[in-house]
Every structure is written in structure tokens, then in C-alpha cells.
């Protein structure tokens, strides 16, 4: 399909003939001749004297092709483009933020993997979360790891290979220690606030108390959800043990309920994959098709045409300039 960008250029078609009607003649001065014989000169070629200037005439052939090369440059103006068929394209409507626990308990052996072998608890996490990640096409995903501190894995991206390499490396104590959730929330929040997404999640998983945060996970969840962020929370931490690996179901499970999220406790392999599968269909994949027609730059075709037309005129008009002019006819005469 055809169309042009500035259609408005159309106005100026009538401009030349505007200007050749209302603007005055170009003057030029040429030398003249005087004879005394310009009465004699008159009366043989029948014309009538006139006092002021000459106004000279172009052939008819030059006029057309001055018109054809002014069509051409307002075609050229008005940006002719190709409109090709449209394409479509599904733009994510969420993002989607992991934080994950790299603390020093995520190295207890209580968990078995896929052949029933034992198994520390972040192997065990990865093996599920490459699972789930693998699922989320059409999600922006980001990463979080926190242990003395929070730190981004990953920053929000499509790429959910990247995403699932970089999961693969990470190991325990990578991060210190202990456990920050507290903060890992608060700096998942500021990863939200350049995001356009209507719909945000965040996945928390933890297996220890957190006892370094200089915000609570409570006040930070608060301001998540003011913010408009679920938190799902998932526990894989013993429930019976104490000091820094014991597991603060409770601040969890507030975590989870102030935003509107989920709590869950995984004390296996096959219930946190459970979990994941539960959170895969409360959190299904929300995109957006957006639909748009490339278009092709097409004013090089009548430049280019106006630009062979005025260099064919040229040299036609050269050509009949430099032709020699034809002899005259001999008169008859009969000898007296």
C-alpha cells in the first residue's frame, strides 16, 4: 500500500503558475542597434512597433518537462512510503523478581534431587527454579541474591537463558552468611521503580532468620505493597532449628499476607516443586500483542526521476543548439 507522510505538500502545485501571473518578469538589459532604415524594416515584416520590453518565450517542450520536474519534487516532499503487512509482537505486562538466599545453611544436604541422591538445599533450588524459569517466556525476570547484603544477579531482561546461566553459578557464601531478606525486599523495590509493568512479583525464597536487616521484612513489605508488588513468599528452612538457621515462619507469612502473596514452607525436593508449579498458575503469563506496519522510504524514486528528466532535457536542449542550421533556398529568377 501506498501512502505519503505529508500529503499537505499538495498545496504548493499551483505555485509556480501563482508566481508566474503575479511576479513581474525578470529584467535584463541588452545592447540594441540603431539603423537608420527601421521604418523600411517595419513595413516589410508587417510588425508593430511598441515602446518597453520583450518578454521571451520558452518552447513548449522545456515547459512541460520544468512542469514534470516540479510533480516530482512535491512528490519527493510529500514522502511517499511503502506500507508493508503488520507484524506482531507480545511486549511482557509483568515483571517477575527472584531473591534468593545464597546464606550458609542453603548448604545443609536435607534435600535429594531427581534421582534421589542427597542433595544441599541450593542445588536442589536451582534444579527448580531452572524449571521455572524456563516456563516464564513472556515475563521480564530479574534476580536478587542477598546473603551480609543483597546484590543483583541479574538486572530485569527477556533473555531467560541469561537469566538461567547466571542461577546456575551462583553458590553458597557467595553473598556472606546470613540472611538479609529484609533488604533484599527493600533493594527489590528500587529495581521496580524504573518498571512500567502494570502487573510485579516478587519470589522470596529463604531458609535462615533474618537477623542483619536495617529494614525489617515487615516495613519493607509494607512499602512493596504500596507500591503495588506482590510478595510470594517460600520457606525451605527447618522450622525446629534455632539461632540464625532457624526459620521465622511468622515474619514470612506476614511478608506474604501484607501484599497479597502467597506463603509456603518446602521441606523437599517435590514440594518445593510443587510450589512452583502452584505459583506458575497463580502467576500465568500476561502479555501484551502489540501490532504495528513497517514502512519504506520511497522519495529517492521521483528524485531520481526528476533528476534523469532534467539531465535528458539538458543535453536535448544542447543537442538542438549545436545542430547546424539549414541552408537556404536558392531563389529563381528568369535573366532579362
Given at each position: 500500500?501506498?501512502?505519503?507522510?505529508?500529503?499537505?505538500?499538495?498545496?504548493?502545485?499551483?505555485?509556480?503558475?501563482?508566481?508566474?501571473?503575479?511576479?513581474?518578469?525578470?529584467?535584463?538589459?541588452?545592447?540594441?542597434?540603431?539603423?537608420?532604415?527601421?521604418?523600411?524594416?517595419?513595413?516589410?515584416?508587417?510588425?508593430?512597433?511598441?515602446?518597453?520590453?520583450?518578454?521571451?518565450?520558452?518552447?513548449?517542450?522545456?515547459?512541460?518537462?520544468?512542469?514534470?520536474?516540479?510533480?516530482l519534487a512535491l512528490a519527493a516532499l510529500a514522502r511517499p512510503q511503502r506500507i508493508e503487512a503488520p507484524l506482531h509482537k507480545d511486549q511482557p505486562t509483568r515483571d517477575l523478581l527472584l531473591l534468593v538466599d545464597l546464606s550458609g545453611s542453603m548448604d545443609a544436604r536435607d534435600f535429594r534431587d531427581a534421582s534421589g541422591r542427597p542433595t544441599d538445599r541450593l542445588t536442589?533450588?536451582?534444579?527448580?527454579?531452572?524449571?521455572?524459569?524456563?516456563?516464564?517466556?513472556?515475563?521480564?525476570?530479574?534476580?536478587?541474591?542477598?546473603?551480609?547484603?543483597?546484590?543483583?544477579?541479574?538486572?530485569?531482561?527477556?533473555?531467560?537463558?541469561?537469566?538461567?546461566?547466571?542461577?546456575?553459578?551462583t553458590a553458597v557464601g557467595m553473598a556472606g552468611p546470613r540472611t538479609v531478606l529484609?533488604?533484599?525486599?527493600?533493594?527489590?523495590?528500587?529495581?521496580?521503580?524504573?518498571s512500567r509493568a502494570r502487573a510485579r512479583t516478587i519470589i522470596a525464597l529463604t531458609d535462615g532468620n533474618d537477623t542483619a536487616s536495617r529494614v525489617p521484612p515487615a516495613e519493607a513489605a509494607r512499602i512493596a505493597r504500596d507500591k503495588g508488588i506482590v510478595i510470594h513468599a517460600v520457606a525451605i528452612g527447618d522450622p525446629a532449628a534455632i539461632g540464625e538457621e532457624k526459620l521465622d515462619e511468622d515474619a514470612l507469612r506476614e511478608v506474604a499476607a501484607t501484599t497479597g502473596g502467597d506463603f509456603s514452607r518446602a521441606l523437599d525436593r517435590e514440594a518445593l516443586a510443587g510450589i512452583y508449579r502452584r505459583l506458575d498458575a497463580v502467576e500465568t503469563r500476561r502479555i501484551e500483542t502489540v501490532s504495528f506496519r513497517p514502512r519504506t522510504d520511497l522519495y529517492w524514486v521521483p528524485l531520481g526521476l526528476a533528476l534523469l528528466l532534467s539531465m535528458g532535457a539538458q543535453g536535448l536542449g544542447l543537442a538542438l543548439a549545436s545542430r547546424p542550421a539549414s541552408p537556404a533556398a536558392p531563389h529563381s529568377g528568369s535573366a532579362a
Amino acid at each position: 500500500m501506498l501512502t505519503f507522510a505529508y500529503p499537505w505538500v499538495a498545496l504548493l502545485l499551483p505555485l509556480p503558475w501563482l508566481v508566474s501571473r503575479l511576479a513581474p518578469p525578470r529584467a535584463e538589459r541588452r545592447a540594441g542597434l540603431s539603423v537608420p532604415f527601421f521604418d523600411a524594416l517595419v513595413a516589410l515584416t508587417g510588425a508593430r512597433p511598441q515602446s518597453g520590453a520583450v518578454v521571451a518565450s520558452r518552447a513548449r517542450w522545456r515547459t512541460g518537462v520544468l512542469a514534470a520536474c516540479w510533480l516530482l519534487a512535491l512528490a519527493a516532499l510529500a514522502r511517499p512510503q511503502r506500507i508493508e503487512a503488520p507484524l506482531h509482537k507480545d511486549q511482557p505486562t509483568r515483571d517477575l523478581l527472584l531473591l534468593v538466599d545464597l546464606s550458609g545453611s542453603m548448604d545443609a544436604r536435607d534435600f535429594r534431587d531427581a534421582s534421589g541422591r542427597p542433595t544441599d538445599r541450593l542445588t536442589a533450588v536451582k534444579g527448580v527454579l531452572d524449571d521455572f524459569l524456563a516456563r516464564r517466556q513472556g515475563d521480564r525476570v530479574g534476580v536478587i541474591v542477598f546473603g551480609d547484603d543483597p546484590f543483583v544477579l541479574v538486572p530485569f531482561t527477556t533473555d531467560l537463558a541469561l537469566c538461567r546461566e547466571l542461577v546456575r553459578e551462583t553458590a553458597v557464601g557467595m553473598a556472606g552468611p546470613r540472611t538479609v531478606l529484609g533488604d533484599a525486599i527493600g533493594l527489590g523495590i528500587t529495581l521496580f521503580d524504573p518498571s512500567r509493568a502494570r502487573a510485579r512479583t516478587i519470589i522470596a525464597l529463604t531458609d535462615g532468620n533474618d537477623t542483619a536487616s536495617r529494614v525489617p521484612p515487615a516495613e519493607a513489605a509494607r512499602i512493596a505493597r504500596d507500591k503495588g508488588i506482590v510478595i510470594h513468599a517460600v520457606a525451605i528452612g527447618d522450622p525446629a532449628a534455632i539461632g540464625e538457621e532457624k526459620l521465622d515462619e511468622d515474619a514470612l507469612r506476614e511478608v506474604a499476607a501484607t501484599t497479597g502473596g502467597d506463603f509456603s514452607r518446602a521441606l523437599d525436593r517435590e514440594a518445593l516443586a510443587g510450589i512452583y508449579r502452584r505459583l506458575d498458575a497463580v502467576e500465568t503469563r500476561r502479555i501484551e500483542t502489540v501490532s504495528f506496519r513497517p514502512r519504506t522510504d520511497l522519495y529517492w524514486v521521483p528524485l531520481g526521476l526528476a533528476l534523469l528528466l532534467s539531465m535528458g532535457a539538458q543535453g536535448l536542449g544542447l543537442a538542438l543548439a549545436s545542430r547546424p542550421a539549414s541552408p537556404a533556398a536558392p531563389h529563381s529568377g528568369s535573366a532579362a
